[in-house]
């Protein structure tokens, strides 16, 4: 029965833990706390995130269509930007950091 309480904390009382977002740390500290109470030792590792990846994604969508844009006027230019946005979406959702290094952590 007490994994019921367990379930009733995480997913009622804390709610929903988007990455990076305030409620991830309250459930974090109350699995520690409830690990602790059962006598195991823990160990908390950090890391930090980007906390949202729609500054990313939102600029290679808008390089490519800048790159439509720039077309008409310069074809080589155009063609440039759409290999370099191209490599970075490939880049990014292949989770190797690229322009999303540069975003606020």
């Known amino acids: 029965m007490n994994e019921l309480k367990h379930i009733y ?3 009622n009382e804390i709610g929903s833990r988007g990455s990076t977002k305030s409620n991830e740390e309250l459930a ?3 699995i520690i706390d409830e690990m602790e109470k059962a006598g195991l030792d823990v160990e908390m590792q ?3 995130s980007v906390k949202s990846f729609s ?3 939102g600029f290679v969508y808008l390089s490519f269509v ?3 844009f720039i ?3 310069s074809p080589l ?3 440039i930007i759409c290999i370099f946005s191209l490599i970075t979406f490939n880049n990014e959702i292949n989770t190797k950091e690229t322009i999303s290094k540069f ?3």
């Open 46 to 48: 950090n890391f930090s």
């Open 103 to 105: 975003m606020p952590k």
């Open 55 to 57: 500054w990313t994604y």
């Open 9 to 11: 904390m995480l997913s």
């Open 77 to 79: 230019l155009a063609f």
């Open 66 to 68: 800048l790159a439509f």
């Open 28 to 30: 974090a500290q109350y």
């Open 71 to 73: 077309f008409l006027t």
